[in-house]
């Protein structure tokens, strides 16, 4: 498999059938996300990228123009972070690297020069990609730090700005405090994108100072009993928020990165704390501090107010505690009257897992359908009940802003934001914080008039798989002001401040451009200096006289026409692949960027978001040490096995699970169709197997077309190699059971038909067969297969399916008789019944009952009221074929006649069809209907 492989890439190159230009045909752009490289590619990173390669091959055979270019990352942090940890002598990074990428060992030191790393890692992804076959024009390859590239970005920034889409404040950032910079999902390990959130922070005055416990449920305030602290853990008193408070060590030290007025004053530990009482700020009442170890002093403030009638952990641990303090339940919801006690004793929690999983449960009820009861405003302070009279009745989120916002504007609460997937660390090893960025360049997401450009844009848009199109409706209006430049890393300077480096993701949002031009600019050898805004505004926007920008930019008035045309021909880009964990960021901001930069009619077209890659049912990752790199894999089992495994094995959205073998039965089933191709020594003989096999094959293309159209590839190669291998298996034994060789033809246009249709998926392999075939043109660029319809044979198929209905059903009864046996009797109705039984479907097709179809059909004895009955019986449970065969009037005698030979074949038994009569009935006590012989065995 892997000579064919390199034999047919080699070919590919040296004929440079993927290099494609402008032309009079119609066109198709494709890209997917181009990679970092600070590591070799493993199983995980193939998978959107076959996909990717898997459509365009497709659509390069439904007779497009295909443009499929790759470029590679270097802008940001992963680089740099990644030699920082090599240049550290990170242990198990060098291990990986060394034992399971197989890096030698003399190249290991030079990895620490963020460069070399990425020049080395980028010619390893390179010959992965080239081995696994994609079909890439290499000629318009490009790094995010080549100078004409740089020049392109400064141009995409110069638009935003000029929209005021780009704009200097002060907002919440993910961020490292190492590096003091802004850390977003490609600086952090495992690619978690660092999702800010805002707590409430509720004063329980103490004589110490006010504890400061935060929640994201500051309408359960009325029902809070008692106030935990961890009493393990180290607490401050601190001046913050205009007031002396308490909350843990380490919020006051995170604390620092939002506010510029924490003071801390003393310290003081979690078991001291436990003396004191607190005062509940709405009903007055003094409550205990209580200690819990599930308290996490590194979140929010360390503090938590416990509402055990709304809180499953609240409760759970109330009743260690042996207090008798009574839950009081605020939020009624259908069905419960203290919904956390109930919970929690209907489901036995065994541990804090249990317990989480509950309070997960328990918040989406009553978010959702939780509304506020009215029994709680008795306990309230006299001052505080009228304000709170609005509150009864009113929706949870309703009445979450409206405490809230009294919180806030009494004095008894403030706000605090934290990282809700919390711990995400930075690619250093340090745990992202929040910081209040001031004087910091963003990009403005949440800006009204492009947020609006960019919901219409995805309105428009296909996405693929479409369930995933409410993901992206989410994150557009999620998302609001993004850090856009940092002061550490590879890339372009904001034009406008020059210390900042625009980060990684804000520099490859609109790259799919540049591919459009990159190989002409060096063609031209233009210079970086050259690209001028005024350059950049005529090529991507029209916008100028050519003749003047010529004039400025010294750039001939030809060439600028001719990258000109390069864009406007291939652009849109019609389809970009990706991976789910891309939505929030990247894919959004792809989407955003296009919006605010170019017109309408060059926004993109589509999205093909693909699931994530486990190998053999677990994630991959570092301490599991399962870590499959691409390369490796692809010499195991042969890049076409890799493709199909990656590509084709679940549904778009799912994950895949690699396994060996899974990988090996791949492999095994297609070296089954290669020998299939050599089969030449048969006959011409044409009969019903023939014209079986070409109805099936013909009836295959007709459904996998629209399916590939769809990108439902697994069920694309369901059809091709699961379903098609049965097929040829029956097609073979049909021809043995008329004791006779195969067609050689059919066999051959069979084969000549799957090798392009599997041609996407396998092009290694089947570009073999196809010149085997004694083809001399690349199947990669051949014409996709329509069907011939007038080859497509319900009636031979129908007839077909029902003998091995019949020989199902022999089966069974075979199973249970008693003795040797040595021929069938198959004894076949007369039809004169089939009008009835065509009546009964016709009725229960309708929804209609026996009662109904003893109305139509009235019966004129007992007996023929309980023939009815047995019919209607026995269409419920009437297989399709059956239903298909009856409907069609076909004469069941002369169709199992037909079947004989096979028959006999598949049982090993005689077979004889007789015409089943009322001597039958009395001498063996058997029943027949129409398509349900009596079946005698002897």
């Known amino acids: 498999m892997n000579e064919i492989s ?24 494709t890209t997917v996300a181009f990679p970092y490289p600070n590591s070799p590619p493993h199983l995980g990173h193939g998978r959107t990228y076959v996909t990717g390669d898997v459509y365009a091959r497709y659509m390069r055979m439904k007779g497009y123009n295909v443009l499929f270019p790759m470029g590679f990352h270097f802008t940001g942090t992963p680089i740099i972070t990644m030699a920082d940890d090599v240049a550290k002598g990170d242990k198990e990074l060098l291990d990986i690297f060394q034992n399971i990428y197989e890096i030698p060992s003399e190249v290991l030191p030079k990895l620490s020069d963020p460069l070399f790393m990425a020049n080395y890692f980028k010619e390893e992804i390179k010959s992965a990609m080239k081995e696994m076959g994609l079909s890439i024009d290499w000629r318009r390859e490009f790094t995010t730090i080549d100078p004409h590239f740089s020049s392109f970005i400064v141009w995409q920034f110069a638009k935003l700005q000029e929209k005021g889409y780009v704009v200097k404040d002060t907002h919440p950032v993910g961020w490292c405090p190492v590096h003091n910079l802004p850390v977003g999902m490609h600086d952090t390990k495992g690619d978690m994108e660092p999702e800010i959130g805002e707590y409430v922070v509720i004063f329980f005055e103490t004589k110490m100072g006010a504890l400061a416990a935060a929640t994201l449920r500051p309408e359960t305030i009325f029902g809070a009993v008692a106030v935990w602290i961890n009493p393990k853990a180290n607490y401050v008193i601190a001046e913050v928020w205009g007031k002396k408070v308490i909350i843990s060590e380490k919020s006051a030290e995170k604390l620092k990165f939002q506010r510029s007025d924490v003071k801390v004053l003393d310290k003081i530990t979690g078991s001291e704390l436990q003396k004191i009482t607190a005062i509940n700020p709405v009903t007055g009442r003094e409550i205990p501090v209580l200690p819990a170890e599930f308290v996490d002093p590194t979140t929010a403030t360390g503090v938590v107010m416990s509402v055990p009638a709304h809180a499953p952990f609240d409760y759970f641990y109330l009743k260690k505690t042996k207090l008798t303090i009574e839950p009081i339940p605020v939020v009624r919801v259908e069905g419960y009257d203290v ?6 004793e209907s489901s036995h929690p065994k541990n804090d897992e249990d317990l989480k999983k509950l309070t997960e449960q328990l918040y989406r009820l009553e978010y959702n359908k939780g509304v506020m009861r009215s029994d709680f405003l008795s306990l309230l302070k006299e001052e505080y009940r009228g304000a709170f009279s609005q509150i009864p009745g009113k929706t949870t989120p309703e009445a979450r802003k409206m405490v809230t916002d009294f919180l806030l504007e009494h004095g008894n609460g403030a706000k605090i934001l934290e990282i809700l997937n919390k711990p995400v660390y930075c690619r250093c090893g340090n745990e992202v914080v929040v910081k209040i960025l001031q004087d910091q360049w963003f990009l403005d997401y949440g800006n009204p008039e492009w947020k609006a450009l960019a919901k219409k844009l995805l309105e428009n848009m296909r996405v693929v798989p479409e369930e995933t199109r409410k993901d992206f409706e989410y994150a557009l209006d999620w998302l609001q002001k993004r850090a856009c430049a940092r002061t550490r890393g590879l890339g372009t300077p904001l034009p406008w401040d020059k210390k900042w480096i625009i980060e990684s993701l804000s520099d490859s949002t609109i790259y799919m451009a540049y591919y459009t031009l990159v190989h002409k600019l060096r063609e031209m050898n233009i210079h970086p200096t050259q690209l001028t805004e005024e350059a950049w505004d005529y090529i991507m926007l029209g916008k100028g006289d050519p003749s003047e920008v010529s004039e400025k930019t010294k750039i001939t008035k030809e060439q600028l026409e001719i990258l000109r045309r390069n864009f406007t021909y291939w652009y849109p880009l019609d389809m970009r692949h990706s991976g789910p964990d891309l939505i929030p960021n990247h894919l959004s901001f792809f989407i955003f960027n296009h919006a605010g930069i170019f017109p309408e009619e060059l926004w993109p077209k589509g999205i093909a978001v693909n699931g994530f890659i486990l190998y053999e049912g677990r994630k991959m990752s570092k301490s599991l040490r399962n870590i499959v790199p691409l390369r490796k894999a692809i010499r195991t089992y042969g890049a076409d096995v890799i493709r199909i495994s990656l590509s084709s094995l679940v549904d778009m959205s799912s994950d895949a699970n690699f396994t060996d073998s899974g990988a090996r039965s791949i492999s095994d089933t297609l070296k089954r169709f290669y020998e299939l191709a050599q089969m030449r020594s048969g006959t011409t003989m044409e009969g019903i197997p023939e014209r079986w096999l070409r109805s099936k094959i ?21 059809e091709l190699i699961f379903n098609l291998s049965s097929y040829l298996n029956e097609y073979l034994e049909m021809v043995r059971s008329e004791s006779r060789e195969y067609n050689t033809n059919v066999i051959r246009e069979v084969v000549e038909l799957w090798t392009k249709m599997m041609s996407p998926f396998a092009p290694h392999l089947t570009e073999e067969m196809w010149h085997q075939l004694g083809h001399n043109t690349f199947l990669s660029l051949e014409t996709w297969p329509d069907p011939d319809l007038s080859k497509i044979d319900d009636m031979v198929e129908l007839e077909h399916d029902y003998h091995k209905q019949l020989i199902d059903d022999i089966r069974s009864i075979l199973s249970v008789f008693k003795g040797e046996p040595k021929a069938i009797s198959i004894y076949v109705h007369d039809g004169s019944l089939n009008e009835l039984v065509r009546n009964a479907l016709e009725v229960m097709n309708s929804g209609g009952n026996i009662r109904e179809f003893m109305q139509k059909n009235t019966p004129k004895s007992k007996e023929e009221a309980r023939l009815l009955q047995r019919i209607m019986q026995y269409v419920t449970e009437m297989p399709e074929t059956s239903k298909r065969l009856l409907l069609s009037n076909a004469n069941e005698m002369e169709i199992i006649k037909k079947g004989i030979p096979y028959l006999k074949y598949k049982l090993n038994l005689e077979i004889e069809v007789l015409p089943y009569s009322q001597e039958v009935k009395q001498k063996f006590n058997k029943d027949a209907l129409p398509l349900r012989p009596a079946i005698l065995v002897r």
């Open 6 to 29: 390199k034999k047919w890439q080699e070919e590919w190159r040296r004929n440079k059938i993927f290099e494609v230009e402008v032309k009079e045909q119609k066109k198709f752009f």
């Open 698 to 718: 013909h009836r295959i293309v007709k459904d996998v077309t629209p399916l590939m159209d769809q990108m439902r590839f697994r069920e694309v190669v369901n």
């Open 339 to 344: 919904p956390a006690k109930e919970l929690v």
